[in-house]
């Protein structure tokens, strides 16, 4: 039980404040490029924490031990995109809080695969998922700086209801994201 708690606050207080954008370093992919979106499985779970890194620079990414919890907890409602190939190019974690509100732990997309609508496919099938377990708000936390993810959430319909001073461990602001379901 510690051992989740310490996870879990770990989960509460990622260590990232200021959005620096990953220079595109693989080739540009095709436009129209297909994508296969499906449930994220502990199975996928080394995929899940490499990519993680790419999308969250500076430290900022999750640990594996972190990633091994996300993907087994009862409560986790999470997907992945992969190219035709299989290659991951996406995911997004949401947890079923003890309140039951959705909560999105994380959601990140390959640089070389952003604007595609990735992030937003994989943010509507969370959504499917929470609902499907009764879930009628979802929330989240996103720093002050991470214009992208904001934008991202705003398209979705997503509100800022908080700021959360100091969020984050190295002292960034978070922003407190809610949306209704119903
Ligand atoms: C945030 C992130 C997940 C967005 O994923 P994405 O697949 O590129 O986003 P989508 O293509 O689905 O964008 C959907 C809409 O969100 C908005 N949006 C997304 N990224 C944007 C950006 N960089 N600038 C402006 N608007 C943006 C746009 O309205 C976009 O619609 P449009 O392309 O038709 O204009 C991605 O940039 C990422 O992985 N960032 C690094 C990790 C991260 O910060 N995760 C969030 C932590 S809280």
Not at 35 to 44: A, E, F, G, K, W
Not at 72 to 85: D, G, H, L, Q
Request: hydrophobic share 40%; with cysteine.
């Amino acid at each position: 039980m510690a051992v989740l708690k310490k996870i879990r606050s770990r989960l509460w207080a990622p260590p990232a404040e200021v959005y620096v954008p990953e220079p595109q370093l693989t080739a540009p992919v095709a436009v129209g490029a297909r994508y296969d979106i499906r449930p994220l499985t502990i199975s996928s779970l080394d995929d899940c924490w490499r990519l993680d890194q790419r999308c969250f620079v500076d430290g900022e990414a999750y640990s594996r031990e972190t990633f091994e919890y996300l993907l087994t907890a009862p409560e986790s409602v999470s997907y992945r995109a992969a190219t035709a190939n299989g290659a991951m190019v996406g995911f997004v974690i949401g947890l079923i809080e003890p309140d039951h509100t959705g909560h999105i732990t994380t959601v990140g997309i390959a640089p070389e695969h952003r604007r595609r609508h990735l992030g937003q496919r994989l943010m509507a099938e969370v959504e499917k998922g929470f609902k499907k377990r009764n879930v009628r708000i979802v929330r989240l936390e996103v720093r002050s700086l991470n214009i992208p993810a904001q934008k991202l959430y705003q398209h979705l319909g997503y509100a800022i209801t908080q700021r959360l001073p100091k969020y984050y461990s190295n002292g960034g602001d978070g922003l407190l994201m809610l949306k209704s379901l119903e």
